[in-house]
T-cell receptor, first 115, second 117 residues
Framework: GAGVSQTPSNKVTEKGKYVELRCDPI?????LYWYRQSLGQGPEFLIY????????DSGLPNDRFFAVRPEGSVSTLKIQRTERGDSAVYLC?????????????FGPGTRLTVL | AQKITQTQPGMFVQEKEAVTLDCTYD???????LFWYKQPSSGEMIFLIY????DEQNATEGRYSLNFQKARKSANLVISASQLGDSAMYFC??????????????WGAGTKLIIKP
């Protein structure tokens, strides 16, 4: 079946602009995660959805970051007033907590560059 | 707080040799899971292998095996008979596995593995 997809694959924006990053999880996966990966580092947790609700948003760095998942499937990560420090690869993952391993399946990521 | 440490920033290995990638972890939880992911230059994270904290046997998955030493809090990945396609970044990650956990993964900094022909 289809894996996790993310759009756009690359996004270049100017400092101060607003961006939206989209994630389409594996069908039937109720859990969805956003991570941020800076160059040369491991991913850092941003937010976790179980169904439509944000079960844990403790990883969001500040109030410029917000994410939604209105119908329990597609999720959008929104970044307001972008800063150069927001440049990173944003990874989305989904999982099925009903499965024994509940392993997370990742999308290809969106590379965000803030000029 | 939970922490994952990967002490090898980079490794060069001759093709067909076995390679061990180190991972140590720190947690006060009794129930947790350890994961290894591969990230090729294309960027996508690929799940390789999982070890649960209560699993008595080391996990194996094809050419991948996990050397789990609970008392030492280490979970090293062993790749047997390395291939050129194994060249990639490898990440060790940990997840709390208790009820009401958010199941987020805590990641190490990764090891860049290069297989030489």
């Amino acid at each position: 079946g289809a894996g996790v997809s993310q759009t756009p694959s690359n996004k270049v924006t100017e400092k101060g602009k607003y961006v939206e990053l989209r994630c389409d999880p594996i069908s039937g996966h109720t859990a969805l995660y956003w991570y941020r990966q800076s160059l040369g580092q491991g991913p850092e947790f941003l937010i976790y959805f179980q169904g439509t609700g944000a079960a844990d948003d403790s990883g969001l760095p500040n109030d410029r970051f917000f994410a939604v998942r209105p119908e329990g499937s597609v999720s959008t990560l929104k970044i307001q007033r972008t800063e150069r420090g927001d440049s990173a690869v944003y990874l989305c993952a989904s999982s099925d907590p009903g499965q024994p391993l509940n392993e997370q399946f990742f999308g290809p990521g969106t590379r965000l560059t803030v000029l | 707080a939970q922490k994952i440490t990967q002490t090898q920033p980079g490794m060069f290995v001759q093709e067909k040799e076995a390679v061990t990638l180190d991972c140590t972890y720190d947690t006060s939880d009794q129930s947790y899971g350890l994961f290894w992911y591969k990230q090729p230059s294309s960027g996508e994270m690929i799940f390789l292998i999982y070890q649960g904290s209560y699993d008595e046997q080391n996990a194996t998955e094809g050419r991948y095996s996990l050397n789990f030493q609970k008392a030492r809090k280490s979970a090293n990945l062993v790749i047997s008979a390395s291939q050129l396609g194994d060249s990639a970044m490898y990440f060790c990650a940990m997840r709390e596995d208790y009820m009401d956990s958010n199941y987020q993964l805590i990641w190490g900094a990764g090891t860049k593995l290069i297989i030489k022909p």
